[in-house]
């Protein structure tokens, strides 16, 4: 059976204790991938996060009770949706977290908002989840495809890349990357020449490749993520892409992928990104501590998970209750405060607002030790970075 298949999965308590009153027990679903292209930037690692947030809120002896369960979406909308449901009606889930692949996301958005629990979103791109899919169950946690547009989509245009064709993930996420860093190509006076649109976990990209080359384009945009973002990028070096003259614009660049290429293949590449292990003496330790149980540093999504689940657990505490309206509103009332953001706060259309990063892939020589793979070029300050609520189509944000 299709659920009991993508069942599979840990279900750990993390803490229990006996709580100081019924309502505050609390369960947390980690939904993601835990088989396919994106396992390794979510996976079981968003377990070890949300894991970590429950020890340093230390709520065995708050007396609040917390049980972690997890499940494999497959990256199949139907298969999120199940379980998201399953678990809210049967298993008296409270909080939903991570669930990336934007289609999957977007459809455990509705699932949540039916059952007025609360969905906190690390691991999806799309923007509709603060536009017109925006939710007040849902709260946007890490980054979307409008911050990662904005800031790699605008640097390769400001150093020349000028015209631009994109290879894109045929779903909702690729085509909402692709709309977004088109839009800033456009407005920094920068042209779209073409696109081509690739299934979801492909393996062979060549045809793909073969038009974007033939396009002429200065810029080959890869609105995909991932292994297919991996294999794009392998594939290119061999049809010698980039020592034709054309750029490769990564467009959603994890350290994992930067891992699975190499230092070789993957310096200079630009990207954006919501978490640098080395920004300061604060992320330094937490990716150390994530390192310690998890045997890498932290995606962006991963840190992004224990960041969520730290604050949900302080509204939890805050109002004394397990109840939705009630956290919801105590998050979005107070400022998230952690070692992955520093202190943020969470906007009316469940956008939460942080700086991001532009960051470059260092070369072999560049690099002076394991996973020291990134050059910080700029950061871009939370209201630059993602898109405001004016520009935005979330109706429940303009009331």
């Known amino acids: ?139 946007h946690w890490t980054y979307d495809t409008y911050s990662l547009a904005n800031g790699t989509g605008k640097a390769m245009v400001e150093q020349g890349g000028d015209t631009w064709f994109f290879l894109t993930a ?5 085509h909402a990357l692709e709309r977004d860093t ?58 010698g892409i980039v020592q034709g003259g054309q750029s490769l614009a990564g467009l959603l660049i994890f350290s994992t992928d930067v891992a699975a290429l190499g230092l070789e293949t993957a310096q200079g590449l630009v990207l954006t990104n919501a978490f640098l292990a080395d920004r300061n003496e604060d992320t330094a330790a937490f990716a150390a ?23 949900y657990l302080k509204g939890v505490e805050a109002v004394g209750s397990d109840d939705a309206d009630a956290v919801l509103e105590w998050m979005k009332a107070n400022p998230s405060n952690d070692p992955v953001f520093g202190e943020a706060t969470i906007r009316k259309d469940g956008r939460h607002m942080h700086d991001m990063y532009l960051l470059q892939v260092k070369s072999p020589d560049e690099s002076t030790g394991e996973e020291d793979y990134f050059k910080l070029l700029s950061t871009i300050p939370a209201e630059e970075a993602f898109r405001s609520i004016e520009d935005g189509e979330c109706e429940m944000a303009k009331q």
């Open 170 to 174: 045929d779903y909702a996420f690729g």
């Open 1 to 139: 059976m299709k659920f009991a298949k993508a069942l599979l999965a840990t279900a750990a308590i993390a803490a229990m204790a006996v709580p100081a009153f019924a309502d505050t027990d609390v369960k947390i679903g980690v939904l993601n991938d835990r088989s396919g292209l994106y396992a390794d930037l979510a996976g079981e690692g968003s377990v070890v996060a949300a894991r970590m947030a429950v020890e340093d809120f230390d709520a065995a002896s708050k007396g609040i009770a917390v049980e972690i369960l997890s499940a494999d979406h497959q990256n199949k909308p139907d298969v999120g949706s199940n379980i998201a449901r399953q678990w809210i009606d049967t298993e008296e889930v409270d909080v939903i977290v991570d669930v990336p692949t934007s289609s999957v996301a977007l459809a455990v958005n509705e699932v949540v908002r039916e059952k007025d629990k609360v969905f906190l979103a690390s691991g999806p791109a799309t923007s509709d989840l603060t536009g017109k899919a925006c939710s007040p169950n849902t709260i």
């Open 289 to 311: 501590r994530f390192k310690e149980n998890h045997g890498k540093n932290p995606t962006m999504v991963q840190a992004g998970v224990y960041s969520a689940v730290l604050h």
């Open 182 to 239: 088109a839009a800033v190509v456009e407005a920094s006076g920068g042209e779209v020449v073409g696109s081509v649109r690739h299934p979801l976990s492909s393996s062979d990209f060549s045809s793909f490749l073969l038009q974007a080359q033939a396009s002429g384009a200065k810029v080959i945009g890869l609105a995909n993520a991932g292994g297919d973002t991996v294999n794009s990028i392998k594939q290119a070096a061999e049809f």
